[in-house]
């Protein structure tokens, strides 16, 4: 009963962080869609003089640069903790493998924002939940 009850626990913790980080990078995402770089300022009225340049500066081809990956880290993060919990909740005897995707997203969601930060502390406790959650042996009550 105590690994069921365990097992619950990390799943819900891991659901929640990878809710977390899910809609912490897809907000992270839009704000750089909409052009989040250009705050205004001196340099904005003069067309963009500063920050226009970002296409040949490191730009690779689309605004904001390699700091747009960052979102999508997070995006991917966020979804592959989620089917981590859900797994770990349809599977719990593999919860030693799903533990450790759970737990090893959530420590990378951090590049992407980490679903405000809480998403992936909340990610990494469920992962380790379900890692130590010990099984019961064959022929033990």
């Known amino acids: 009963m105590a690994s069921h009850t365990t097992s619950?626990?990390?799943f819900?913790?891991?659901?929640?962080?990878?809710i977390l980080i899910l809609l912490g990078s897809a907000m992270t995402?839009?704000?750089f869609l909409s052009d989040g770089f250009n705050f205004g300022g001196m340099m904005n009225g003069f067309g963009h003089m500063m920050n226009g340049y970002e296409d040949m500066m490191g730009?690779?081809?689309?605004?904001?640069?390699?700091?747009?990956?960052?979102?999508l880290v997070g995006l991917v993060s966020g979804i592959v903790v989620i089917i981590g919990a859900?797994?770990?909740?349809a599977q719990p005897s593999t919860h030693m493998t799903w533990g450790s995707i759970i737990l090893a997203f959530s420590v990378v969601s951090f590049m992407?924002?980490?679903?405000?930060?809480?998403g992936a502390l909340l990610g990494i406790a469920g992962g380790a939940l379900a890692i130590s959650t010990r099984t019961p042996q064959k022929g033990t009550v």
């Not at 992407?112 to 809480?118: E, V």
């Open 8 to 10: 619950t626990g990390a």
């Open 12 to 18: 819900i913790l891991s659901l929640i962080g990878g």
């Open 29 to 31: 995402w839009m704000w």
């Open 59 to 71: 730009g690779f081809g689309f605004p904001g640069g390699f700091m747009m990956g960052l979102p």
């Open 86 to 89: 859900i797994m770990l909740s």
């Open 112 to 118: 992407g924002m980490g679903g405000f930060w809480i």
